[in-house]
């Protein structure tokens, strides 16, 4: 190809890098190629972007860049990831980050304030991503935004807190308004036939109106808040506030870059391909990147170096979208989103027989990834990587794509798709060769192309199992015969795999019934996967090839019904099987009353970190400055689950870059065990390692990246020990952590089961999954030395900073008295900074202290999630005696928790598993034992509920069974079942106050329950392939901490003569709106407003020994505390006060003042009428029951496994709520992160069921192969409602604990998708009972649809492979 075209300005070199922040020119200097967009953004202080995996999977670093397009002459504007954009990569363009849009001083962007004022946050770590997303879509869309189009921008964030609801109401009112609805006056006037009410934003029923109840002023739509117009932040009509594109980027002309980096790292930006090829010869190793989300993987997590870079973002032959008669030309370069755009105007323009693989690409695209990686990720990087699962590579090879490959001189070779990808990762391309283009045909009259793809959660995940198809048909003598096949797997080998006897077998063939069953036996043969595949699930995925096929046969059908001759009609039921799946946007409601106490208790009001979060102003942990002479630290970990060490060797670690010191056993001054409960844990393994991820040593460096490679370069020798992993292991080898057995009982269960009136008996196993915490802001500790080391201080990311300084303190042998820990909030927490944390922190300590240097401590996502501990796996057995109508008379129940190498909570976690093990059924005889495991895991710990959510779930389980052996709806046997009042608990508590059958009753009526029933039976007996189920689950949760002591809280109010009120309480704010509640109670207490109330940070040289903030009893407890410390000092202000001189309690304040009256109080509160013998097992364990129920219906895919919640309707009695907003929070946030636990978040641990990863090491430790609910996963149908007039006379201002209640109520969701399957396993003639491991994931819920494609593979009691 001698034409390529390079000028002389083309390869003139330049270090001239600029970038535009924030509306402010930067200067970049050479010497950065090392660098993300986020490390330089949070280096130079916006640090307001987050870190949250690094990985491009949070989207918490989500920032915005715009760009002069000099082709189509305007700006572009996109999100992107900041943590996986390299710096250099942004050259010449400008970015905005949440500090650009708007701030607390001088007003915050519409944005920002739709997402505070409507509860959009919590923890507020997200936060700022969530925003930038959608500054995003605004300024990159030419007209408002559909609903649709905010979900989909969406799904690239995530949010572990708030279970996005609120996130998409406030967003919500940017969304195509119907301006007649808002000139329509009164909300009366807005409400659907159904007493819906419907939004003006949309004309659409939703959830921004007022609460029927008792919210009576709001009179237009949003509570009061005024909707923000599109026009306000209109991209093309810049507001003052609004920062603009700075003219000389559109003036500016791109040049040649060549830019060093860290490591001899090299970084060209050639602008021509002549140069790019040029480059390449004289660096044959020269690693080509565009949108680096493969690269950034590579470099950043798999720790590989690339010494040359070649950014060919501006290279125009390699963006080049082309079209001529045969078909389209697609540039590598072109990026996903982009290709979409033009793809979805061909499909519009062209006749529509051309265009099938078109549209197969762009519904492929809809589903790869989020709006960040597409608008960056490219074409060429997609298929170069040859990803065994690139969701594109199947499709471009199934439909007869071409890829244009050119030489270093220029010369241009083609090669079809099919051919183009050797082996694993290996693709053919010689050194010096690049893929130019890709050309993709036309499809012909009859010929069609069409993708598949499961993946774990249907929104930004990678496919388990893909593929690419393609038929073309042709009529010959009255048949339709097929011409020509290409059926294309991705997921089943290390490349994409063609099916070649299959397609070999199509050929020539009618296209009727008996080709699809012999071709469906031929694929058996055709895509093979070995037991060992690396990914597992080999069941699954090669049931998912049969699957496709069959969907692809139905779908051709479908396309050719009618035409002349054709005769495979498909059957109205089949339909089902075809579908595409369209989300619509979610419709919610939250209905409660507001009881108003004071000036501010019962009040909706927004969360008091809300506005210094959507603008990135709120700090946490890791944004604190570094001081000048501070160190970052990497921990030394064992990559072994059980050793003993050999030999360490350092040397290299000391002569890595910027190293300060290294530390390991011996060096500890203080204690160098530690534990909560029992001191069972070394700080530092110094002989025996027990769990992959244990801590040996700690290193400490300049920068956070030099430590971490000075920590890698230590070398172990290891001595391998035998290691238990899994409980089953630990049951056989009686592996349990000491005295930790526990046995509760009531009646006498031996004898129930002999006697006659037990009817039935029936015995089984339940196996219930970890859970990963998935707090958004990692742990991180800061600590530093005053006075030569004589006083420690930290900041930290934890539940439990009184744990800090206890841990940090005993480590380093100082007095309680001389360490203090501060916490001003935490981004997430959930009990997985209860006691982790703490450990960590004493990590961090020693360096710290032996040094006298600042130290932080901040980990990476994957580290997070290997080593610090998650939701402990269970595994039940039990036997239930009941009669023949399902009445339940005795349970033997004996139960296991993974408590991995440390105790930690695990016996408390297993003790408050046991004491919910009857749910809320009464049941005579029960006898339940429990024991703890050890195994050589990192020691699980706490996670919302405590070990609650899984007793229960055991529970749910046999009483789903009773109802299939008793041939009743479980609904049916749960009523039947139920506790009442004055019932005595297996436990000897009596219970009081119980709301459970008001609640259950007003469930059944507000979800319409029978009704909904006998629609989905309908719809199930019209649908083959499709299958609805639903479920009604009750819940009873114990509020108080287990441990006795622990049941004490203490706070310190403090008046000041301004009328202003600090208070400062011994818990934690960590997105749950603790704060804000307290404040609201010290609001009331004063009779002043909220505003006047501040909370400013957590500290232990505030308030002494204050228990970790966790078991849901922080608000009544602090609460208390606050309001005894108010009632203080408003004893002491009644004198005063009653002289009645003062006009307002500023005047009070000062006349007090002035009388010298003590305006400092602490108060003290401990919850009474509690207590518990282990000996006898009897007791009040718990202070009093938050009650609640919900009800979920599913849909799910049975060739698939696809799933997703309809509607879910969820109601909890919670008193009269402190804060009615935060509450419904709670619970929207808590049942969508339930919703992982039962259906998306599986752990993968090497262990036996999981022999191709590593024993004992953790597979899913990020984003990337760890699924937690994504925006696209929230209920369509969300109902949340709060019971009214049920006042609790045993918490502060009659209100009820709610963080961890409202968790288990997603097993609804759980227990609705087994009763679809159930429909669909009737359907090939399975009527018994099945089990169902938690979590039900699409592997789970296809397998156990078992149907003539699963057949080959398993048996229709299949359990699929689970690390319990
Ligand atoms: C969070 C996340 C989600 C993802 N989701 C999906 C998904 O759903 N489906 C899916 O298939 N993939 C997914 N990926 C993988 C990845 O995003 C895609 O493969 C993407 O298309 C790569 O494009 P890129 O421009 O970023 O490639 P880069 O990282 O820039 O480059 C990738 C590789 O291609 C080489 N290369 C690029 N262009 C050329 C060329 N013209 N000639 C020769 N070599 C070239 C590079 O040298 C490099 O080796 C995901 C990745 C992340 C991080
Ligand atoms: S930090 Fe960038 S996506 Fe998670
Ligand atoms: S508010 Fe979204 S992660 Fe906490």
């Not at 074409?379 to 690139?390: F, K, Q």
């Not at 244990?694 to 370069?713: C, M, P, S, Y």
């Not at 509760?744 to 196996?767: M, N, P, T, W």
């Not at 990020?1262 to 209920?1275: A, L, Q």
């Amino acid at each position: 190809m001698g034409s390529l075209i390079t000028n002389e300005d083309d390869v003139k070199e330049s270090k001239d890098a600029i970038l535009y922040v924030n509306g402010v020119l930067k200067l970049l200097p050479d010497g950065l190629a090392h660098l993300t967009l986020l490390e330089y953004l949070r280096d130079v202080g916006l640090t307001g972007t987050k870190l949250g995996c690094g990985e491009g999977g949070c989207g918490a670093c989500t920032v915005m860049v715009s760009y002069f397009d000099q082709n189509l002459k305007k700006c572009v504007h996109q999100a992107i990831n900041a943590c996986l954009a390299p710096l250099y990569s942004v050259e010449g363009m400008h970015v905005i980050t949440v500090e650009g849009l708007g701030n607390r001083k001088f007003g915050l962007h519409p944005v920002q304030e739709s997402l505070a004022s409507r509860h959009g946050s919590q923890c507020g770590f997200c936060t700022p991503g969530f925003i930038m997303s959608m500054y995003a879509l605004l300024r990159s869309s030419k007209t408002p935004p559909t609903e649709e189009q905010i979900e989909e921008s969406l799904a690239g964030n995530l949010c572990r807190c708030t279970g996005y609801r609120p996130i998409l109401d406030a967003f919500r009112v940017f969304a195509k308004t119907n301006d007649l609805l808002y000139t329509n006056g009164f909300v009366s006037l807005q409400e659907s036939k159904d007493g819906e009410f419907i939004c003006p934003s949309t004309g659409k029923p939703c959830s921004c109106g007022p609460n029927k109840e008792t919210v009576k002023q709001a009179d237009v739509c949003h509570n009061g808040y005024k909707a923000v117009s599109y026009n306000e932040i209109d991209g093309s009509s810049y507001t003052n506030k609004e920062i603009i594109f700075p003219p000389q980027l559109i003036l500016r002309k791109s040049s040649y870059l060549r830019l060093n980096g860290f490591g001899g790292i090299k970084w060209h930006r050639p602008l021509s391909l002549k140069h790019v090829l040029e480059l390449k010869s004289r660096n044959p190793d020269a690693k080509l990147v565009l949108g680096n989300t493969e690269v950034g993987i590579e470099t950043r997590l798999k720790k590989i170096h690339y010494p040359v870079f070649i950014a060919v973002t501006h290279v125009p032959e390699l963006n080049v979208l082309t079209v001529n008669d045969n078909g389209i030309e697609i540039g590598a370069g072109v990026r996903l989103s982009e290709l979409q755009k033009f793809l979805k105007k061909l499909i519009e323009e062209r006749p529509v027989y051309e265009t099938s693989a078109c549209k197969a690409i762009t519904e492929q695209i809809k589903w790869f990834a989020g709006t960040q990686i597409r608008n960056v990720a490219s074409v060429g990087g997609n298929i170069c990587t040859a990803s065994p699962i690139s969701d594109l590579n199947p499709i471009w090879m199934a439909s007869g794509a071409k890829f244009r490959i050119v030489e270093g001189k220029g010369n241009i070779r083609e090669t079809f798709a099919e051919k183009f990808f050797l082996s694993y990762r290996k693709v053919d391309l010689g050194q010096n060769e690049i893929l130019l283009s890709v050309f993709v045909p036309w499809t012909r009259k009859y010929e069609y192309v069409k993708e598949f793809k499961q993946a774990h959660r249907r929104d930004d995940d990678i496919a388990l199992v893909n593929a690419g198809m393609r038929v073309f048909l042709e009529k010959r003598n009255e048949k339709w015969i097929v011409s020509d096949a290409c059926i294309v797997y991705g997921g089943v080998g290390p490349v994409s795999l063609s099916a070649v006897k299959t397609n070999g077998h199509l050929t020539g063939k009618e296209w009727n019934k008996e080709l699809l069953q012999d071709s469906l036996k031929i694929l058996r043969q055709d895509i093979l996967i070995s037991e060992d595949a690396p990914g597992g699930m080999v069941e699954f995925r090669k049931s998912l090839t049969l699957s496709f096929f069959f969907k692809f046969f139905l779908w051709v059908s479908h396309q050719m019904d009618g035409q002349d001759s054709f005769k495979e009609s498909v059957p109205v039921s089949h339909l089902s099987a075809i579908e595409s799946f369209t989300r619509p946007s979610v419709m919610s409601s939250q209905d409660y009353e507001v009881v108003k106490q004071g000036t501010s208790v019962g009040s909706a009001e927004v969360h008091m970190s809300a506005r210094l979060q959507v603008t990135g102003e709120a700090e946490y942990t890791d944004d604190t400055p570094m001081a000048p002479n501070g160190l970052h630290a990497a921990m030394i970990l064992s990559k072994k689950p059980h050793a003993r060490l050999v030999s360490i060797d350092d040397s290299g670690a000391r002569s890595s870059p910027g190293f300060a010191g290294i530390f390991f056993s011996k060096d500890i001054p203080g204690a160098k065990f530690t534990g909560p409960v029992v001191e069972d844990e070394e700080v530092f393994a110094s002989e025996i390692v027990t769990c992959v991820g244990q801590v040996i040593g700690v290193v400490v460096a300049d920068t956070h990246e030099n430590a971490k490679l000075a920590a890698r370069k230590v070398n172990i020798e290891y001595e391998v020990l035998p290691a238990i992993l899994s409980i089953k292991d630990a049951i056989k080898a009686k592996s349990f952590h000491p005295n930790t057995h526990r046995v509760l009982s009531k009646g006498d269960v031996e004898l129930c089961f002999q006697s006659d009136e037990c009817h039935k008996i029936i015995e089984g196993e339940v196996h219930i999954g970890g859970q990963e915490h998935f707090y958004l802001e990692p742990n991180s500790t800061f600590v530093w030395t005053m006075d030569g080391g004589n006083e420690v201080h930290m900041i930290s990311s934890t539940q439990a900073p009184q744990k800090h300084q206890k841990y940090v303190a005993h480590v380093l042998g100082l007095p309680m008295s001389k360490v203090v820990c501060k916490v001003k909030r935490i981004g997430g927490g959930f009990g997985g900074k209860e006691t982790r944390s703490a450990f960590f922190a004493a990590v961090a300590a020693v360096p710290a202290y032996l040094l006298d240097r600042p130290v932080k401590l901040t980990f990476d996502r994957d580290v997070d999630m290997m080593i610090s501990g998650q939701r402990h796996s269970f595994l039940g057995k039990y036997k239930v005696g009941f009669t023949n109508e399902g009445k339940v008379l005795a349970l033997d129940l004996e139960i296991y928790n993974n408590a991995g190498n440390s105790l930690d909570l695990s016996l408390a976690v297993l003790e408050r598993a046991m004491f919910h093990s009857d749910n809320v059924y009464e049941i005579p005889h029960v006898r339940v034992n429990g024991n703890v495991c050890f195994t050589n895991y990192p020691s699980n710990t706490a996670f919302r509920g405590f070990g609650g959510p899984q007793g229960m779930l055991i529970t749910e389980n046999w009483i789903q069974r009773i109802a299939m052996e008793v041939k009743k709806s479980p609904e049916e046997i749960r009523e039947m079942n139920f506790m009442s009042e004055g019932s005595i608990l297996h436990f000897g508590q009596q219970v009081q106050d119980c709301t459970l059958h008001r609640l259950w009753d007003e469930l059944k009526k507000s979800c319409n329950f029978l009704k909904v029933r006998s629609e989905v039976e309908e719809f199930n007996l019209k649908n083959r392939w499709k299958k609805r189920g639903v479920a009604m689950i009750p819940t009873k949760f114990g509020i108080a901490f287990t441990t006795k002591f622990m049941n004490q809280a203490g706070a310190l109010v403090q008046v000041y003569t301004d009328g202003t009120v600090l208070v400062t309480h011994g818990g934690v704010e960590m997105g749950q709106g603790l704060h804000t509640k307290v404040a609201q109670i010290a609001a009331s207490a004063f009779e002043i407003s909220l505003s006047s109330v501040f909370i400013s940070e957590t500290s232990t040289d505030k308030v002494p020994n204050a228990s970790p903030t966790a078991a849901s009893a922080s608000s009544d407890m602090y609460g208390a505390a606050v309001l005894d410390a108010c009632k203080q000092i408003k004893a002491r202000m009644d004198p005063i006060a009653s002289l009645k001189k003062h006009t307002s309690f500023v005047e009070l304040v000062n006349a007090c003042y002035f009388e010298r009256i003590d305006l400092s109080a602490h108060g003290f509160y401990i919850v009474p009428d509690i207590g518990f013998d282990w000996t006898t097992g009897k007791g009040n364990i718990f202070r009093y029951f938050t009650y609640g129920a919900a009800f979920a219906e599913v849909e799910i895919d049975t060739l698939t496994g696809d799933f997703h919640t309809r509607a879910a309707d969820v109601i909890l009695d919670l008193g009269f709520s402190i804060n009615p907003a935060i509450d419904v929070g709670q619970i929207e946030g808590a049942f969508v992160q339930g919703i992982g636990w039962v259906a998306l978040e599986e752990l993968k641990w090497g262990d036996d069921a999981h022999k191709w990863i590593p024993p004992g090491c953790l597979f899913t430790c990020g984003p990337g192969n760890y699924k937690i609910p994504s925006v696209n996963d929230v209920p369509f149908k969300f109902k949340v409602s709060l019971l009214k007039d049920a006042p609790n006379d045993k918490a502060v201002h009659s209100s009820k604990a709610v963080g961890e209640p409202p968790f288990f109520l997603a097993s609804s969701v759980f227990f609705a998708i087994k009763d679809a399957i159930i429909a669909a396993r009737a359907e090939s003639g399975s009527h018994g009972w099945f089990p169902l491991d938690n979590p039900a994931t699409p592997e789970r819920i296809r397998m156990a649809c078992a149907d003539d494609f699963t057949a080959p593979f398993a048996k229709a009691d299949f359990r699929p492979k689970l690390s319990v």
